[in-house]
């Protein structure tokens, strides 16, 4: 079980908009710890998608946004393509564990 | 744009010492900008953070995996290299080199995040 979950499965039909979300707690993301995620398609390295809660680096898709509140984190996709389908993972820090750590991932299934 | 590039052996036997190297081009290892970090992720399963390092040789550590790891720079071969002590089968995993930003845009993270990942290499820890 991972200190931020996520959950194991979402899935959305081509179009739709579908949302990931990372719950952690006091001692991570309630902390103020940024959130940043990553997208892991098949057999490939994971490739950062958003960093510091909201942002996305050049050349990611502004079909994708993150956010964060409380404890909490979110990744949305809008205009589901069945080329998202990937493994998503959420990355923050932890100040009781003194570590970084990692969601356990989300795979996104395009219907 | 930074490439990374790990190396290393593919197999070790449990007992042993797992080595792997990690090089960089397209940049300076020793920039200010970046630090230098190892990741892992068992077959079928999740990332996990193992450390990182810092141009200046500063380092961090997973806590559960501190006793056994060392990570280690080496500016004048624009590389830097995992070493895990004592694997056992639950260290076979596909293993990655990337590097960690901390500042973007004047403004700097309390976290850092991974901007630019290796291919991954597969290591197997078996008799």
């Known amino acids: 079980q991972s200190v931020l979950t996520q959950p194991p499965s979402v899935s959305g039909a081509p179009g739709q908009r579908v949302t990931i979300s990372c719950t952690g707690s006091s001692s991570n993301i309630g902390a103020g710890y940024d959130v940043h995620w990553y997208q892991q398609l098949p057999g490939t390295a994971p490739k950062l998608l958003i960093y510091?809660?909201?942002n996305r680096p050049s050349g990611v898709p502004d079909r994708f946004s993150g956010s964060k509140s409380g404890t909490s984190a979110s990744l949305a996709i809008t205009g589901l393509q069945a080329e998202d389908e990937a493994d998503y993972y959420c990355?923050?820090?932890?100040?009781?564990?003194?570590?970084?750590?990692f969601g356990g991932g989300t795979k996104l299934t395009v219907l | 744009q930074l490439q990374l590039q790990e190396s290393g052996p593919g197999l070790v036997k449990p007992s042993e010492t797992l080595s792997l190297t990690c090089t960089v081009s397209g940049g300076s290892i020793s920039s200010s900008s970046y630090y230098w970090g190892w990741i892992r992720q068992p077959p079928g399963k999740g990332l996990e953070w193992i450390g990182s390092?810092?141009?200046?040789?500063?380092?961090s550590y997973n806590p559960s995996l501190k006793s056994r790891v060392t990570i280690s720079v080496d500016t004048s071969k624009n590389q830097f290299s995992l070493m895990l002590s004592s694997v056992t089968a639950a260290d076979t995993a596909v293993y990655y080199c990337?590097?960690?930003?901390?500042?973007?845009?004047?403004?700097?993270?309390?976290?850092?995040?991974?901007?630019?990942w290796g291919q991954g290499t597969l290591v197997t820890v078996s008799s």
């Open positions: 510091g809660n909201s």
């Open positions: 990355h923050s820090y932890d100040s009781s564990l003194s570590g970084v750590l």
């Open positions: 390092i810092y141009y200046s040789g500063s380092t």
């Open positions: 990337a590097t960690e930003v901390g500042c973007s845009g004047g403004y700097c993270y309390l976290v850092n995040y991974f901007d630019y």
